[in-house]
């Protein structure tokens, strides 16, 4: 299996499925059942899905496949396993706004082979492969940025408490956004369009962060959860962990004291 070839034809397939279908008037929004993971799978899952597992299964890949919607596939037994999320940040595609990301990574029992995250509204590539990483096939690093100007960071709030932190941070943040497909906020700091991610709440699945995360890594930034710990990988699909992504460790060390602080005085 050629690894990067693959996701780019996966990456194709998904494109032109969601263009058929809304010339077609498909409602990709529809909802059609409960994924794997306990969410509502949409149209538009499914139909990535479907085609990105045919495609999977066309190649030599033995190993376990491991999705949103479907759960973990078993081919063979080898101990290479695909984690995949055929779409992150489905709302948004459904919804026509450009923002949505195809995410495959491939890992050797825990450790991280290969990953791809693809913005699939503008073909933006991050890719890990061989240690490297690369956005739209140029190596990228990650930036420092001067440490009282954090320039800005992607959220995820949920609840009441979530607003109030981005009230509590917002003088140590010049920018806040929540754009909505986390694998891409994780993504793009790798490049330096984002200084930080924060799921402080609702958690992310696996499948959110199996490629982005070690992608970030090994352009320099840090994860880990609002403690401080590593993050690992979780078969259990329904399982979550709450995230800070950095572009580099003197930003992360100084969101890390912001949320103690933050958690231990409201
Ligand atoms: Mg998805």
């Given at each position: 299996m050629e690894f990067v070839n693959l996701c780019r034809t996966i990456s194709k397939e998904i494109t032109s499925i969601m263009t058929s279908s809304k010339q077609k008037g498909i409602?990709?929004?529809q909802e059609i059942g409960i994924g794997a993971d306990g969410e509502p799978t949409y149209k538009i899952d499914a139909l990535a899905e479907d085609i990105a597992i045919e495609l999977i299964e066309k190649t030599d890949f033995h190993g376990k496949i491991i999705t949103e919607e479907r759960g973990i596939i078993q081919i063979g037994t080898s101990e290479e396993t695909i984690w995949l999320d055929?779409?992150?940040?489905s709302r948004n595609a459904y919804r026509n706004i450009p923002y949505y990301a195809l995410s495959i990574a491939l890992y050797q029992k825990s450790s991280f082979k290969n990953g791809f995250v693809q913005n699939?509204?503008?073909?933006?590539e991050f890719l890990g492969y061989n240690g490297n990483v690369t956005l739209n096939r140029k190596p990228v690093k990650t930036i420092l940025r001067p440490l009282h100007k954090v320039g800005m960071i992607a959220i995820r709030p949920e609840t009441k408490r979530g607003f109030q932190f981005l009230h509590y941070i917002q003088e140590y943040i010049n920018f806040i956004r929540i754009m909505g497909a986390a694998a891409l906020d994780i993504a793009y700091i790798t490049s330096g369009a984002v200084d930080a991610f924060l799921d402080l709440e609702r958690g992310l699945k696996t499948v959110d962060y199996a490629a982005a995360q070690p992608l970030l890594e090994l352009a320099g930034g840090v994860v880990s959860d609002l403690q401080g710990q590593s993050i690992s990988l979780q078969e259990d699909l329904t399982a979550r962990v709450t995230m800070l992504a950095s572009s580099n460790p003197k930003i992360h060390s100084k969101l890390l004291d912001r949320l103690q602080d933050f958690i231990l005085t409201t």
């Open positions: 409602n990709l929004g055929p779409i992150d940040g699939l509204a503008n073909g933006d």
